[in-house]
C-alpha cells in the first residue's frame, strides 16, 4: 500500500523550513501585535512569542496570554520553567492554542527567571533540559525546540556546548538556536548580558559540524540580511535576528521571503505594510484597545528613510493619548510622503 503523508510531519517540516530565519523571542516587545507586523512583511520567517513561563500557565491560569491571530504562523511558543510535569503541561496548553513549536529557553539570564532555576542556569543542568525535553515531546505532537547560549559563568564552552547538545539530542530535540556568547549570571544585568560576552560565532559553526543531524540556528549580534545570508552559506542551517528586526523590521524581513527563501517577491513598502496594519489597528480599537499597544512596534519602520524621524516622535508622543485613533498614523504617513 501507497504511504500516506504523515501531516504532522510535513507540519514539522514547514516549520523547519521556516526556521532558516527567525525572530527572536524577546520578553515586552514580541507580543502579538508585533509578530503581526512582522508577518505583513515576511510570509515565511518564523516568529517567536515573548517568553511564557511554565507556571503562569499551569498554577496562574494565564492562558490569555497565549492568544493570537491566524496570520501570524508559523509561530513559536518560548517556555520558560524548569519543572519537568509543569513544562509538559504548558506545551500542551501551547499546542492547544495553536501553536506551532514549543521552545525551551535555556538563555535568559534574568534575576526573576535565575530564583525560579531556569532560563540560563539550565545550561548547567543538561540532564534535567533532557528530562523536560522528554516530557514536552510526550506531551505535544508540534516539534520542542530548545534555545540556548554556548555556556554560562566558568563553563568552558568547547566542553559545556557539546555535552548539553549531546543530552537534549538523546532526548529527541531535533532543532536548537544557540545565542553565540555565555551568559554571566552573577555582575552582568540582562541587557549587558547581550552585548558584554564576546560572540563566538566559530564554536557555533564547529557544532553544526560536530551534530550534523540536528538543526543549529545561529543567534547574536547579527543585524543584516547580508549577515545572516553569510552566516547560512557556511552551513548553517538558520538564522534568529533579535534587536535588529525589531529596531529595523523593514530592512530585516521585507526582502527575507525572496533572499533567504527564494521566492520571487518584491518586498511591499512600508507605507503599504502600514496600510495592511490598519484593518488590524482599527479592529483593535473597536475591541478598547489603545492605538499605541499596536504603534509601538512600528517606530522603526521607516529607519533610515526621510520623514522617519518625524513618524517616531509623532507615534511616540500621540498614540498613548486618550481616543488617539488612525487619524495620527495617517497624519505619520503624511510626514513621510512630504519628507519623500
Ligand atoms: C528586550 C529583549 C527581551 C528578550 N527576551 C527574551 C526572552 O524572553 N527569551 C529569550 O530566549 N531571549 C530573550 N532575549 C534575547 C534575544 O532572544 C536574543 O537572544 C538576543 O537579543 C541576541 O540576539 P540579537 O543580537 O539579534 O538581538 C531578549 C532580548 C531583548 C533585547
Known sequence: MAERPNPRKQGKSDVARAARLSVAPMMDWTDRHCRYLHRQLSSQTLLYSEMVTAPALVRGGAVHLLAFSAQEHPVALQLGGSDVDELAQAARLGEQAGYDQIDLNCGCPSDRVQSGAFGAVLMQSPGLVAD??????????????????????????????????????????????????????????????????????????????????????????????????????????????????????????????????????APISPETAVRRMLPYIENHLTQGGRLNQVTRHMLGLFAGRPGARSWRRLLSEEASRDGAGLETIERGLAFISEAA
Request: proline residues 5%; glycine residues 8%; hydrophobic residues 45%.
Open 132 to 265: 523536560c525535553v522528554a516530557a514536552m515531546r510526550e506531551a505535544v505532537n508540534v516539534e520542542v525546540t530548545v534555545k540556548c547560549r554556548i555556556g554560562v559563568d566558568e563553563q568552558e564552552p568547547r566542553e559545556a556546548l557539546p555535552a548539553f547538545l549531546e543530552a537534549i539530542s538523546n532526548a529527541g530535540c531535533g532543532r536548537v538556536v544557540i545565542h553565540a556568547r555565555k551568559a554571566w549570571l552573577k555582575g552582568l544585568s540582562p541587557k549587558e548580558n547581550r552585548d558584554v560576552p564576546p560572540l563566538d560565532y566559530a564554536l557555533v559553526t564547529e557544532m553544526k559540524r560536530d551534530f550534523p543531524d540536528l538543526h543549529i540556528s545561529i543567534n547574536g549580534g547579527i543585524a543584516s540580511l547580508d549577515a545572516a545570508q553569510a552566516l547560512l552559506a557556511q552551513g548553517l542551517d538558520g538564522v534568529m535576528i533579535g534587536r535588529s528586526a525589531y529596531h529595523q523590521p523593514w530592512d530585516i524581513l521585507a526582502d527575507a521571503d525572496r533572499r533567504i527563501f527564494g521566492l520571487e517577491r
